[in-house]
């Protein structure tokens, strides 16, 4: 006879059917016994455990060799876990571990009966002569528990994905989360012998003493700022943070505008704030030197259309890839980079603004310590890819309570909703401009109309100051003083073809060209 029974998969309550008889059943009783969770055989080595397990029980320096690659949830079988357990409880309380001391801490927790009394861990530790490839048994395990580990994740996915009414960005969003903490759950950094090291800095050090400037990162286009940072270095988490109204994006887009456009250097610009045609209209703005409200509202002069058609020329083509993705994660923001960085060479990653970003996927006790996965993502980002990373920040209402000319110095207390930000920032830059609070000399006695002060309040690599730029607010853009005192604004070129070469005798503002004359 025959019946049918279904093969069930516990997340998600489906079941596929099968025809068998019952002579087949009768033979299957004789297998391997299948791990009912799953309906099949999960990834083990039974066997490597117990080698594992043996080779801990006859060399006390075992221990120390895979204490990092294994823990008790790593072991397959149920006995094992608790043996490991046991022997890491020891190891941490300095004792001995042979078969005589485990097992006795084994009937103090009431669990030596559980793992199949004394006579099993003789049994195991009978059968190993040496602990000499313990490493490579312990490897092995881990790559059998992280296997596991990705079933039950894609269990779960594959569960939600079945759900009617599902929306699919959160579930996207969900199954990036859990992969990325299952990685670096699982992420384990070998050291590195100090002679390549050597090698690498000196290397970099003689690169820097060929440059006249000093340089040995990405320019900022800022002397001063150059100065002292030495241009934006590798790896290096830089957070630009201030109040509303101060410039921050103004201030960024006048660094991707430098390193793009200046210096030829490929950035990637993640706008969570504006989107891509909003973003490139303030950088016509900075480019051009035409005001922001001409270029929304299109009434120019002529020699600010023959402005714009010289000076886009620099922009058509400038290396700068723009991602306005509402609402982006810090998974998807992982991806992407990766992307850009492999696709487009990218050196330069610039966030606007950290606050809008989050981190879905994962659960969080409070605001505070998603915005701190996040901070923590974006240097473990600038880390892996070997770029810098700079990110915009708010900072909290504080600053606005306090009076007088150093009261309205932001504070690293002010960043705001986490102190993670910083600690994992390597630079924390500050967006101030003392006209906006009606204060128009520092101590020193300097002007301080039209100036911003870039304040460096944190610099792990180097140190702190001040940097004073010109800002005109009406292009978007940050400058050196003595450029703005002595770069006059251009009137422009010769364009040839253009209808704006005739016309507006009255003075009134000419029409656009035509798009073919455009260099885009």
Same mark, same amino acid.
């Given at each position: ?69 294994? #823990? ?26 042979? *078969? ?23 049994? *195991? ?127 960024? &887009? ?45 009434? &120019? ?27 982006? $994660? ?46 923590? $993502?974006?240097?473990?980002?600038? #880390? ?5 990373? &700079? ?47 009606? *204060? ?81």
């Amino acid at each position: 006879c025959a019946y049918r029974i279904g093969i069930y998969n516990k997340k998600s309550f489906r079941g596929k059917e099968k025809t068998i008889t019952m002579a087949e059943n009768n033979k299957n009783k004789n297998k391997v016994q299948i791990d009912p969770t799953y309906a099949h055989l999960q990834p083990q080595a039974v066997n490597v455990e117990q080698a594992v397990l043996g080779a801990l029980m006859i060399d006390s320096d075992a221990f120390s060799v895979v204490s990092e690659l294994l #823990k008790p949830d790593t072991f397959y079988d149920p006995r094992h876990k608790r043996i490991y357990q046991a022997i890491q409880v020891m190891n941490m309380e300095e004792r001995p571990v042979d *078969i005589m001391t485990l097992a006795d801490q084994l009937a103090k927790t009431g669990e030596l009966d559980k793992v199949g009394g004394a006579q099993y861990l003789m049994d *195991i530790s009978a059968g190993m002569a040496s602990a000499a490839h313990v490493e490579s048994h312990a490897r092995i395990l881990a790559q059998k528990y992280m296997q596991r580990q990705l079933i039950h994740y894609a269990g779960d996915i594959e569960t939600m994905a079945y759900e009617e009414g599902v929306d699919v960005d959160e579930l996207m969003q969900k199954a990036e989360g859990e992969l990325f903490q299952l990685s670096q759950n699982n992420m384990k950094q070998d050291y590195t012998q100090i002679d390549p090291v050597v090698k690498e800095a000196v290397a970099i050090l003689q690169r820097a003493a060929q440059n006249s400037g000093g340089l040995t990162g990405i320019p900022t286009g800022y002397r001063g700022l150059d100065d002292m940072t030495s241009g934006w270095q590798p790896s290096d988490l830089v957070i630009i943070a201030g109040r509303p109204a101060m410039g921050k994006t103004s201030f960024a &887009l006048s660094i991707a505008k430098n390193v793009a456009v200046d210096y030829d250097v490929p950035i990637g610009f993640f706008s969570l704030e504006m989107n891509n045609v909003q973003l490139v209209n303030r950088l016509i703005s900075n480019v051009c030197e035409i005001s922001g409200k001409k270029i929304l509202n299109g009434q &120019l002069e002529q020699p600010e259309w023959e402005r714009l058609d010289k000076k886009l020329r620099k922009l058509t083509g400038a290396p700068i890839y723009i991602d306005d993705t509402p609402g982006l $994660s810090v998974f998807e923001l992982r991806t992407k980079a990766r992307r850009l960085v492999r696709e487009k060479g990218v050196k330069l990653l610039m966030i606007d603004y950290l606050q809008l970003m989050n981190a879905n996927g994962m659960k969080f006790g409070s605001r505070q310590e998603e915005v701190s996965t996040i901070s923590r $993502s974006l240097k473990g980002i600038a #880390k892996e890819l070997n770029i810098p990373v &700079l990110a915009l920040s708010q900072l909290s209402r504080n600053v606005e309570n306090r009076e007088g000319l150093e009261g309205k110095r932001p504070q690293l207390s002010d960043l705001r909703e986490s102190g993670a930000i910083e600690q994992d920032a390597d630079m924390v830059l500050f967006v101030h401009r003392p006209e906006y609070y009606h *204060i128009y000399q520092d101590e020193k006695g300097n002007d301080l109309h039209g100036m911003a002060q870039i304040i460096i309040a944190k610099h792990r690599k180097g140190s702190v100051g001040d940097v004073l730029l010109n800002f005109r607010g009406e292009f978007t853009r940050f400058q050196d003083p003595q450029d703005a005192a002595a770069a006059p604004v251009e009137e422009g070129g010769e364009i040839v073809g253009s209808r704006m070469n005739g016309g507006g005798q009255d003075g009134s503002p000419l029409p656009p060209p035509p798009a073919e004359n455009l260099p885009f």
